[in-house]
């Protein structure tokens, strides 16, 4: 066990990534367990306030990015000061993704349907970073000097190929199967063969008629099939939702407007 930790943690420098990716799952867990006892009303938790303000727990999180972003870039190149920055850096990382979805809707929609997105960004960034701590590298390479293969294509090709493989997920609307294909370049490869999501940017410019039919038809059928499982797996890991979708902001500000005319009115 000692000589295990010796050869592939601490020869191979992968502490600080060890650490980052084991902050990151425990600071979620903490922190989901923490919001879900006080949305129950459970525990000795409430929100933290300030002046009346409600300090989302992002704002911790972006702190500790910055933290850990100085102390890995403007450091001591020692192992004690990076596995400090990669601990900071996870944490700060998980405070911060698990409020995405308020974000990028601008709204409190932590408890909504909306906000479970926040989980499935953290699930997928939990997964990549532990592909990473246990040796998969992004684009499959590892070593440019050790790549040889029959048609004696460069690294720098191998990895412009996946890139072009990662493009054409992305462009057919798999984007998790772009992303784990960086690390899984075989789960890439045939989410670029198969066919696109008809909603996306590939279907819309290729497809027509009785293709296009076909397409809608197999998405359907996945989601019918992988739905339920998604959803409750952001049930069980981020708690079910509790509170309706809020409206859009240009639907929330069109009624503002009403409101003053009948009012002027």
Request: aromatic residues 8%; proline residues 5%; positive net charge.
């Amino acid at each position: 066990m000692a000589s295990w930790w010796q050869r592939d943690v601490i020869a191979a420098d992968k502490l600080p990534l060890m650490l980052c990716f084991l902050a990151f799952v425990v600071t979620f867990a903490t922190t989901r367990t923490i919001t879900r006892m006080i949305r129950d009303g459970r525990g000795p938790f409430r929100n933290v306030t300030a002046g009346g303000v409600h300090i989302h727990h992002s704002v911790p999180g972006i702190i500790l990015l910055i933290i850990g972003a100085f102390t890995a870039i403007g450091g001591p190149d020692e192992l004690g000061w990076r596995s400090f920055a990669g601990v900071a850096v996870g944490a700060g990382m998980s405070l911060v993704l698990d409020e995405f979805a308020l974000i990028l809707h601008l709204q409190d929609v932590y408890w909504s349907g909306e906000g479970q997105l926040s989980v499935q960004v953290v699930s997928v960034t939990a997964a990549c970073l532990g592909l990473t701590a246990a040796g998969f590298s992004p684009f499959g390479v590892k070593d440019a000097d050790a790549i040889e293969v029959s048609l004696r294509l460069t690294a720098t090709g191998l990895v412009a190929l996946d890139g072009v493989f990662a493009l054409i997920c992305v462009l057919k609307g798999k984007y998790r199967t772009a992303l784990f294909g960086l690390f899984l370049p075989p789960l890439m490869v045939i989410g670029a063969v198969r066919m696109a999501r008809p909603t996306s940017l590939w279907a819309r410019h290729r497809y027509r008629g009785k293709r296009l039919e076909r397409a809608t038809r197999r998405a359907a059928d996945f989601d019918r099939r992988w739905g339920p499982v998604q959803t409750a797996w952001d049930n069980l890991v981020g708690g079910k939702p509790s509170l309706p979708n809020p409206a859009p902001a240009s639907v929330a500000a069109a009624r503002d407007d009403q409101g003053g005319q009948d009012g002027r009115a």
